[in-house]
């Protein structure tokens, strides 16, 4: 029913235009040039309405103003409600401009895309293709068309409006245009006119990362057609460009496969032997070594050996190794295999073989540089076999006798973390503090202080856990050192000794400012609440005397000589093909594809700090939230900086405030503050309303389908379909229900909520007993890591949004 009323809705509007609407007037043609920045748009203006529950405004308004308002319904998810504005725009027929009327009709094909309505989307598009010729959007009507009949499985007339559109704009993205173009033949059954088109999208320009998936697409449907030369043709062109090992050597495999099944047994061995040479520590390796024993090819032992521990095979490695031991004489042998076979001896259940070949390492092979790991080994093979006092003693023998080894303060940390896990904590401490004087600058002597100074605040000695912190903080950095001058300052405020405690404190602040433990130390500093609203909010800002400070900024820091605005693209990224096919990928919606572009130039330009801001920008004009958050971080980075220390404009396009006006009906509504629902988005999907997740979390605040479907209960929520997140406002008042309530469980404790949000109440109302209240105990009671750094990060979050908006 629900489809239906859209779909008259759509109908109705359809009419309008062709009955009542006529062209007064073509757009002139103009460059794709950029406005002037302007920060995030935060409100509309206060005719229009700003919540799809208001009534629509008038058709009086001009339309203008409802295009501005439907666009922005558009963006929300409104998509009902958009269609309704650009219906009044429609209706105004001769009223209304030419390019208004245009923009209504163009919106509505949009809104119908974006509801997956593709016969409405279609007839719209139609319409539009009719009636505005002229319209410099028309090439991107003939793509969104052919896109909404593969949607119908209208193959031929996707394959007409695509040929149309390359004919119309050759030359952008072609390679995804032929692609989907090879996408109808296939499904036509037309073959070689698939692969024709395939081939063309191929040869065609596109970022690395989709070339590759479509030459792996390319090589099945060759393999498919039993054209295994063809195919490997492909995989050779993956392989002459891609540089990660693991994906190389899936794609080699591949290569040797299709050569093999298609009869090419001498090259397909021959592939299948460097692939198990090349690549030990890979599956891939395994089933090739298979394919060679399978085919009678000798392998050597050693690989044999490295090749079944790495996938798993320990019997098989052992067997291995044993043989190659029996055929060689000990100086031929490396002491990295007696390493493996100690280690593949632990995993079948055989300790003392293990110790035993752990011990061939260290009579054997004294200078060897895996002389250290061989004794850690034997005592983690005690520790494994139950045997802590002897696991303790062999690694305290490593300290003891072999200090001089890299590996000795490795096995402090272990015989410390023993004695901790076994209820002798005065002995661990002891062990830290030996580990922190004889190896100050290693990792595990930072670890042990921090271990040692949790374990005595846990057991109440308070002394000695403050030591441990300050210990800690004089040899850390970033956010370990926050945490560590944090806990002194804490400590130091229960003993009553202020001045320590603000120093500490102070410094914790400075540490690392964006972090959780910066953030807490300034909230404790100034006496506020964990997660403490502001007293004002303010989303609007003076943006042209922002953007010069920002520019004079950019200017003192990265002594940029360039005269003028720095904001506006330069000639070269104007002239780069990944932001050309990006940006008309964009444009039609391709959302996905143009991401995967936006990506591969976001790497290139990571320390490049102006072209950064200047996509930054460019990508927030035309909605590409994700890779303008990106691009401002990146500035920030190459500034060695913090967010807080960068400029407002800057920091805030890091942080950036989008779908203001439904984040600030929903907060309202529950009585949250909306700058905690910010921090909560921006960690989850980093604005991007088309983020999924492993387990089915979807839209801007990630829900999951099961807690999606309780949701929509508690709201009544109409014909819900978990899909229906993807619409910003709607996973924006799930997400706001779900933490409302989640305050309300836990009465207003913020870090609780966020966890339950996160783990779920049931291990959170675990935390808080534990924690007996304390928030900075709380943190360290969360028992689950991921969630703990959930929690801490979306704190040191909200402390920025609360310092870029807060008044």
């Excluded at 991107?140 to 068309?145: D, E, G, I």
């Excluded at 949790?454 to 945490?483: C, D, K, P, V």
Aim: charge should be negative.
């Amino acid at each position: 029913m629900r489809r239906m009323f859209k779909s008259s809705l759509l109908l109705l509007a359809l009419l309008w235009l062709v009955s009542a609407c006529t062209l007064t007037q073509a757009p002139e043609d103009q460059p794709n040039v950029i406005i002037a920045p302007n920060e995030t748009q935060i409100a509309l203006d206060a005719t229009l309405t700003r919540q799809a529950q208001l009534p629509t405004p008038t058709a009086t308004l001009a339309p203008d103003v409802l295009l501005l308002s439907a666009d922005r319904k558009l963006l929300n998810g409104y998509y009902e409600a958009a269609v309704g504005e650009y219906e009044q725009v429609l209706a105004q027929g001769d009223y209304a401009p030419g390019d208004a009327l245009g923009a209504a009709a163009f919106g509505l094909a949009r809104a119908a895309l974006r509801e997956g309505l593709f016969e409405d989307a279609a007839n719209a598009l139609t319409i539009f293709i009719d009636q505005f010729p002229q319209d410099e959007r028309v090439p991107q009507a003939y793509f969104l068309r052919g896109d909404a009949f593969l949607g119908l499985s209208r193959w031929e007339n996707a394959i007409a409006d695509f040929e149309i559109y390359l004919q119309a704009r050759p030359g952008l993205i072609d390679s995804y245009v032929y692609e989907r173009v090879g996408d109808a033949q296939l499904a036509l059954g037309q073959f070689d006119q698939a692969v024709t088109s395939y081939q063309a999208s191929a040869n065609a320009d596109r970022g690395l990362v989709p070339q590759l998936i479509l030459r792996e697409k390319l090589a099945q449907l060759y393999i498919s057609a039993e054209q295994p030369a063809q195919a490997v043709a492909q995989y050779d062109a993956i392989l002459s460009v891609a540089r990660n090992a693991p994906y190389r050597a899936s794609i080699a495999y591949a290569a040797a496969q299709a050569m093999l099944n298609g009869g090419d047994v001498t090259s397909g061995l021959a592939r299948m032997q460097q692939v198990f040479e090349q690549y030990p520590d890979r599956p891939e390796a395994y089933q090739a070594m298979q394919a060679l024993d399978q085919n009678g090819v000798t392998i050597d032992l050693f690989q044999r050996g490295q090749v079944s521990y790495s996938f798993g095979d320990y019997v098989g490695a052992i067997d291995a190794y044993n043989t190659y031991s029996a055929q060689h004489p000990l100086t031929e042998i490396p002491p990295q295999m007696f390493l493996q076979l100690g280690r593949a001896y632990r995993e079948v259940g055989n300790p003392a073989a293990a110790i035993t070949a752990f011990q061939s390492v260290v009579d054997q092979y004294p200078t060897s540089n895996v002389f250290g790991d061989a004794l850690l080994e034997q005592g983690r093979t005690y520790f494994l076999s139950g045997e802590i006092p002897a696991a303790i003693d062999q690694y305290m023998r490593i300290a003891d006798t072999y200090a001089y080894l890299p590996q000795a303060a490795e096995a402090l940390w272990r015989a410390g973390y023993l004695y901790g896990t076994n209820d002798q904590p005065d002995l661990a401490a002891a062990l830290f503090e030996r580990l922190a004087q004889e190896h100050p600058d290693t990792e595990q002597a930072r670890d042990g202080l921090l271990l040692a100074a949790n374990a005595s605040l846990q057991t109440g000695n308070l002394g000695a856990a403050e030591r441990f912190y300050a210990a800690l903080a004089a040899t850390a950095t970033g956010g370990i050192q926050a945490e560590a001058y944090l806990n002194v300052g804490r400590l130091a405020l229960q003993r009553g000794d202020t001045g320590i405690a603000n120093q500490a404190l102070q410094q914790a602040a400075q540490a690392a400012p964006d972090s959780y433990f910066s953030a807490r130390a300034r909230d404790i500093t100034e006496g506020q609440a964990p997660f403490a609203p502001p007293a004002e909010y303010r989303f609007q800002f003076d943006d042209a005397a922002e953007v010069a400070q920002a520019e004079t900024w950019l200017r003192q820091t990265f002594a940029i000589a360039q005269e003028g605005t720095l904001w506006q693209l330069a000639p070269t990224l104007q002239s780069d093909p990944r932001l050309i096919r990006g940006t008309e990928l964009w444009g039609v919606a391709a959302y996905d594809e143009a991401r995967a572009e936006f990506d591969d130039l976001l790497n290139t330009t990571e320390t490049d700090a102006l072209a950064s801001y200047q996509l930054a920008i460019y990508w927030r004009q035309i909605g590409a939230y994700q890779a303008s958050i990106q691009a401002a971080a990146n500035v920030i980075g190459a500034a060695k900086i913090s967010t807080i220390e960068a400029p407002p404009y800057i920091a805030r396009m890091r942080y950036p405030v989008y779908y203001l006006d439904v984040v600030q009906t929903e907060a309202a509504k529950y009585g949250i503050d909306p700058l905690l629902l910010f921090a909560l988005i921006r960690h989850e999907s980093l604005f991007d309303t088309n983020a999924t997740a492993a387990a089915g979390e979807k839209g801007l605040t990630q829900v999951i389908p099961s807690t999606g479907e309780y949701i929509a209960q508690q709201l009544n929520w109409p014909d819900y379909e978990h899909s229906v997140l993807f619409r910003p406002y709607a996973s924006i008042a799930f997400g706001a229900y779900y933490l409302q309530e989640q305050l309300a469980r836990f009465d207003n404790n913020v870090p609780a909520a966020v966890s339950a949000y996160n783990a779920g109440p049931g291990r959170a109302v675990q935390w808080v007993a534990l924690s007996g209240g304390d928030p900075d105990l709380f943190i360290s009671a969360i028992a689950i890591d991921s969630t703990r750094t959930y929690v801490t990060r979306i704190y040191g979050y909200h402390a920025i949004y609360r310092a870029l908006y807060g008044i």
